[in-house]
């Protein structure tokens, strides 16, 4: 393109021979050999015109730069144009002129001679370079063939164009012809009007043509798809009304008719509640009168499939017999008592008032101790339906409320799912996990529970699929979870908790006995006289194979060892297998857990705590050194803020009694307290490791070992007093599995023991203390300080100004100890003696 001249002043003194009327034009340009038409509006434009007619000369023709200058002048027209003929002329009644103009011959604007009241400037001309060779034959041809098929795609474009095409030699001619019927912009085609090159020109308009075309050819596909998309359309129409009238003259009912009918015999059948039955005849209706292609269709019949399966109205007539009831629960679960009898009162209460009404059940204790199994003995001794949803891990509230309908693929929630798989509105349903429910971006999915779990709002629960009322009322349900702390207080308050505590060394044995043997030989294919395992043997696999509070690993492992036996048979069918202690390893290989009490306390400052976790009780160690320094306490093994705290408060009570320790008075300051406690991966908090972190220091202090047989829990004060703790039970339960023989508790938690088994309490000691110096005359066997002077006032009546916690470490690893989520132990009443 030109580049924009200077602005020139008009030389009146010299009149060049080639002078020439500039008509501007707004958009169009004018190609040599070949005509427009052209509407003159404005008053100089009007006058070059009739002056060219009346002299009979020809015009310059050039574009404006900018179509927005109402008054364009020298600077605002494009240098290079096309001179034209004037070859009609048409003035119309409101003076404008209307033109058919000529292009002969490509000029340039070397100087304007006048402005008004028109332009005039002296010109010359711009003739064309022809090389003739190979390729501007070829060009020309390519460019002919594009051309001749752009055309084939317009169909308004007249037939004679491409005839007109065909016939052209000249590639001049050619190139002006098709740039002046082509699309194009006002710039492209100035850009070609002032190349001079043939070859160029023919190049750049190749480029051009080739890139129209494929538009245009995009285009015409967009215009196929959619005609054959139409005419697909119409002709299943046809066919379809076609295939009515055959139907109609044969008696025969039309398909979309014969569905409707069926749904509305299910809809009939199904007794749905008035409103609910409202909702279904309307939702019919919409489906009578949408056509089967439209996606609309199978949403509407998915909807109606939905309400038509639910049991509205079938319930599972309850059959309580409680001494079958009974019955049912002992063979199905040993021991138990507590939770068996609760179940019984519940069972109970609901066959006097012909309704199982009352609190939500949940199931709250370590893997492996009989949760899940227990609903469904629950749902056996009814005689209800069972169904188990397992929430662990889901963090989306339309998990249990639903999606609604304006999404596709939408369905109802987990709740709305489990009753319909049931088949009735009274099953047993048991919500598994419900401790592992989490919340985000989506949605609290506890929240929502909060509407399942209230007896009082469950009667009109509503999934926002079906959006419409259901009745949860008569569900029974149940609740399963390995701890209380990630629950919310709400969602806790609905349930009635009752706590599954592990299980003791003579339990395991029994239940292996009557219920693990039994099951895993019949899975495995073994009779009895071929597979059999003695007390002694299921006894070594708990304690030397297996450290758990349930009994899922035992199972386990007593099913891998009848493997081994089926794989003997198998080679050998006369094998018969024994299974004895001697002959374990051959079986299991060697054994993964031994009592490293004695070797662990072996060590001075070193003691025997006691943890409490999700997963059952445990111990853990307690280790203290001290080495030159300036009075520094390191604490290590990732400690909580909690169990801190109590270091620092064991650390400054035996300060206090330096002196009855028998320690210099500027011990402390001269020295560093190093104190760890193992599994450091594992976070830990709570104060009731007080007393084994106050008799880990006092052992590196005296240089006396502790007992290797002891293990102690409580928490202490700065005066030395011991408070009450919780989780007593399966702490309990942890050290027998460890090999503990004696224990030290605070002496408020004895009340306490009786919630542990019997034989559990026969073949241990429980020493309960009141304060830190009998804690260390049991565990150091000496008396090393003197009891706290308490005046008139008794030292079992201490009573602390909070619950205290109980030491925990959780399953995910993390310490949590939010306000109202942490266990608590409760307030007991001072024991009289």
């Not at 390519?142 to 055309?151: R, Y």
């Not at 701890?483 to 292996?512: C, F, H, N, V, W």
């Not at 001269?670 to 007393?691: E, F, M, R």
Request: charged share 30%.
């Amino acid at each position: 393109m030109a580049e924009k001249p200077q602005p020139e002043k008009p030389n009146q003194s010299v009149v060049p021979a080639n002078l020439i009327g500039i008509l501007p034009l707004q958009e169009a340009v004018l190609f040599p050999h070949t005509v427009i038409p052209l509407a003159v509006v404005k008053k100089p434009g009007i006058a070059l015109v009739e002056e060219a007619l009346r002299e009979g000369k020809p015009i310059g023709l050039t574009v404006l730069r900018d179509r927005e200058i109402e008054d364009p002048g020298p600077d605002d027209v494009h240098r290079i144009g096309t001179i034209g003929v004037i070859q009609k002329m048409l003035k119309v009644p409101d003076g404008t002129l209307r033109c058919i103009v000529a292009g002969q011959q490509v000029f340039k604007i070397e100087q304007f001679t006048q402005v008004s009241p028109y332009m005039v400037a002296a010109y010359t001309e711009l003739p064309d370079t022809t090389v003739e060779n190979e390729e501007l034959v070829a060009m020309q041809r390519n460019l002919a063939g594009l051309f001749q098929k752009l055309l084939s795609y317009l169909p308004q474009a007249p037939r004679e164009m491409e005839m007109e095409v065909a016939n052209i030699t000249d590639p001049v001619v050619l190139t002006y012809f098709v740039a002046s019927t082509m699309r194009l912009d006002t710039t492209d085609r100035q850009a070609l009007l002032e190349e001079r090159d043939t070859a160029k020109r023919m190049r750049k308009l190749t480029l051009l043509l080739t890139k129209e075309l494929e538009v245009v050819e995009l285009g015409h596909k967009i215009q196929s798809d959619i005609q054959r998309e139409m005419e697909k359309n119409q002709r299943e129409f046809y066919l379809r009304q076609q295939l009515r009238a055959i139907q109609e003259e044969l008696g025969e009912v039309d398909p979309q008719q014969a569905e409707t009918n069926e749904l509305r015999s299910k809809i009939d059948a199904a007794a749905m509640p008035p409103d609910v039955k409202k909702a279904a005849d309307r939702e019919l209706d919409r489906l009578s009168k949408v056509p089967q292609a439209s996606p609309e269709y199978s949403v509407i019949r998915t909807y109606l499939d939905w309400l038509v399966t639910l049991p509205w109205n079938v319930e599972t007539a309850d059959h309580i017999d409680i001494k079958a009831a009974r019955a049912i629960l002992d063979e199905d679960h040993y021991d138990l008592e507590k939770i068996k009898d609760r179940i019984i009162e519940y069972l109970a209460v609901g066959k006097l008032k012909k309704k199982l009404t009352g609190p939500i059940l949940c199931f709250v204790g370590p893997p492996g101790v009989g949760k899940t199994s227990l609903g469904q003995s629950i749902a056996r001794a009814m005689g209800r339906k069972f169904v188990r949803l397992s929430v662990g891990g889901v963090h989306d509230e339309a998990e249990i409320r639903g999606h609604r309908r304006t999404y596709i693929g939408a369905m109802p929630g987990t709740i709305v799912r489990a009753i319909r798989d049931a088949g009735t509105r009274n099953p047993v349903m048991m919500i598994d996990e419900i401790d592992k429910v989490g919340a985000d971006f989506r949605g609290d999915p506890q929240s929502a529970l909060l509407e399942v779990l209230d007896p009082e709002q469950n009667n009109n629960f509503r999934d926002h699929y079906l959006d419409l009322p259901f009745d949860l009322s008569a569900v029974l349900f149940i609740c399963t979870a390995n701890t209380l702390d990630t629950i919310s207080p709400p969602l806790r308050d609905r349930m009635e908790i009752i706590t599954l505590s592990g299980y003791t060394e003579l339990e395991k044995l029994q239940i292996a006995k009557r219920y693990l043997v039994k099951k895993q030989r019949v899975r495995n294919g073994l009779r009895e006289t071929q597979a059999q395992i003695g007390d002694a043997a299921i006894r070594a696999i708990i304690n030397d194979y297996t450290r758990e509070a349930g009994v899922r690993n035992l199972e386990r492992e007593i099913g891998s060892v009848f493997r081994k036996i089926a794989r003997k048979i198998a080679e050998s069918p006369r094998y018969k297998g024994r299974v004895k202690p001697e002959n374990l390893v051959e079986y299991l290989g060697k054994p993964r857990f031994f009592n490293e009490v004695r070797k662990r306390v072996a060590s001075i400052g070193v003691a025997t705590g006691m943890v409490w976790t999700p997963v059952g009780g445990d111990i853990l160690f307690l280790e203290t050194q001290s080495m030159p320094g300036t009075g520094k306490l390191v604490l290590t093994g990732q400690l909580g803020d909690v169990m801190k705290e109590s270091a620092q408060a064991a650390v400054s009570f035996l300060r206090s009694r330096s002196d009855e320790l028998g320690l210099p008075d500027d011990y402390f300051a001269k020295h560093d307290i190093h104190i760890h406690v193992p599994a450091g991966a594992t976070p830990k908090d709570g104060p009731s490791a007080g007393i084994a972190l106050a008799t880990s220091i006092a052992s590196m202090l005296t240089g006396i070992k502790v007992d290797p047989n002891l293990a102690m829990t409580g928490e202490i004060t700065l005066t030395g007093q011991v408070l009450p703790i919780g989780g007593l039970k399966e702490k309990v339960l942890g050290a027998k599995r460890a090999g503990i023989t004696k224990i030290l508790l605070p002496r408020r938690n004895e009340m306490d023991l009786d919630d542990i088994p019997k034989e559990v309490r026969d073949s241990m000691t429980f020493v309960p203390v009141d304060e830190l110096s009998e804690v260390l005359h049991h565990a150091l066997g000496k008396r090393l300080i003197s009891p706290v002077p308490l005046g008139d006032q008794q030292v079992n009546n201490v009573v602390p100004l909070r619950p205290s916690t109980t030491l925990r470490v959780t399953r995910a690893g993390q310490a949590k100890r939010r306000n109202g989520m942490v266990k608590r132990s409760r307030e007991r009443k001072p024991i009289k003696r």
